[in-house]
């Protein structure tokens, strides 16, 4: 358990549909972020937040909508994905976004786009 | 460009002694992460260096040089929970994490 919460777990979407994924953390973090994690691949940063800003968009496509309604939750808004898209969303937070804090990340959603 | 490189699979038995290399190129450098992550779980942190030199935390050390964009994973006495990918990231000098593709350690009765 390290805090930061993921739902759903697995997700199966087709091309036309519209999903979000959730993220909570109870750790009392200023920083979240969105991770897309492919096989073999590293870690690539999709979007950061810091004190429910915005901060980070490393040019993700617009299929792909962030939300941080406040500092504990996160989501990511799916609409028109592509197969291309299949991979495991890890959330991630950290204490804040400009120091080298430890990022503490979810169960991440394995999303499967068919 | 940020590179980080770090071999992609490793094999080593149990009780044994396994060092994880990673090499890094990057715009700045504000520390470096070690993290693992087990197959359908969270990466969880396991080290940070900033400086140069050798931090021993139980089974696990990292190791940092700095001049030589260098570090490694030591691990001692390996368990067969030690099956995991160990992931090594880079703090730039925007303090964006840099992640390097894992490196998947099996470990062998």
């Known amino acids: 358990e390290t805090g930061v919460t993921q739902t759903p777990r697995h997700l199966v979407m087709g091309m036309t549909n519209k999903k979000s994924l959730k993220c909570e953390q109870h750790l009392g973090h200023n920083a979240m972020y969105w991770y897309k994690q492919s096989a073999k691949k590293p870690l690539e940063l999709m979007f950061v937040?810091?004190?429910?800003?915005?901060?980070e968009n490393n040019s993700v496509p617009s299929r792909f909508s962030p939300e941080c309604p406040n500092s504990s939750h996160l989501f990511l808004h799916l609409h028109t994905l592509q197969p291309e898209d299949s991979a495991l969303y890890l959330c991630?937070?950290?204490?804040?976004?400009?120091?080298?804090?430890?990022?503490?990340f979810g169960q991440g959603t394995r999303l499967t786009v068919v | 460009g940020q590179n980080i490189d770090q071999p992609t699979e490793m094999t080593a038995t149990e009780g044994a002694i396994v060092q994880i290399n990673c090499t890094y190129q990057t715009s700045g450098f504000n520390g470096l992460f070690w993290y693992q992550q087990h197959a359908g779980e969270a990466p969880t942190f396991l080290s940070y260096?900033?400086l140069d030199g050798l931090e021993e935390k139980g089974r696990f050390s990292s190791f940092l040089s700095r001049s030589k964009g260098y570090s490694y994973l030591l691990l001692k006495e390996l368990q067969m929970k030690d099956s995991a990918s160990y992931l090594c990231?880079?703090?730039?000098?925007?303090?964006?994490?840099?992640w390097g593709a894992g490196t998947k350690l099996i470990i062998k009765p």
């Open positions: 991630a937070s950290s204490q804040d976004q400009t120091e080298n804090t430890e990022a503490f």
């Open positions: 260096n900033v």
């Open positions: 990231a880079v703090l730039d000098s925007n303090y964006q994490l840099i």
């Open positions: 937040y810091s004190l429910e800003e915005r901060v």
